[in-house]
Every structure is written in structure tokens, then in C-alpha cells.
């Protein structure tokens, strides 16, 4: 159990073992979106930092929600220019309400 970082990565392990369906393409995507919240987590204190992740995140959001995914769709994180206006005007409020 100890060799699993979280529930996802333990849940397909024991499917394997079982037998049970291992082609779960959400497992694996699943697993990293809790990787990455644990690299996050000690940036929450540090509010350039967060708005700089918190812009980052909203464009691929975004991008995800129009069905725009991949390298192609994916713009340079550090390049404002990309940024929507509600974007940047969303990580302007966060900044000024914490």
C-alpha cells in the first residue's frame, strides 16, 4: 500500500492483481491531477507564484473545454499577450482580494 503515492495509482494496481479492466484511461490522468496538486500545494502561500499558476491553469482550462488540447493548442505560460482578458482581470482579483 505504502509504494502507491495515492488511492488512484492503488486502485489500478489492485485492479491488475484482480484482473479487473487495466485499460482505464482515466487512472493514469487522474493519478498525475493528484501529483500535481501535492507540487502545487507549497506555492499557496506565495501569491505571484499563484497567479502565475492559477493564469497558467485557467488557459489550459480553457483550452480543455473548448476541445483544444495538445501542443499545438498550447501557447507559451509566461506570454500574457495569450491571456483572455477575464483571465488576467480573474488573477488581478485574486491577488487584490488575498
Known amino acids: 500500500m505504502f509504494d502507491f503515492p495515492t488511492a488512484a495509482a492503488l486502485a489500478g494496481r489492485l485492479r491488475e492483481d484482480l484482473g479487473g479492466d487495466t485499460t482505464m484511461p482515466l487512472v493514469p490522468a487522474l493519478a498525475e491531477l493528484n501529483r500535481l496538486e501535492a507540487v502545487l500545494a507549497p506555492y499557496a502561500g506565495d501569491d505571484g507564484a499563484r497567479a502565475a499558476i492559477t493564469l497558467r491553469l485557467r488557459d489550459l ?6 476541445g483544444q488540447t495538445g501542443p499545438e493548442a498550447a501557447g507559451d505560460p509566461r506570454d500574457l499577450d495569450s491571456a483572455s482578458d477575464e483571465e488576467l482581470f480573474g488573477v488581478l482579483d485574486e491577488l487584490r482580494t488575498s
Open 61 to 66: 482550462l480553457a483550452r480543455w473545454s473548448d
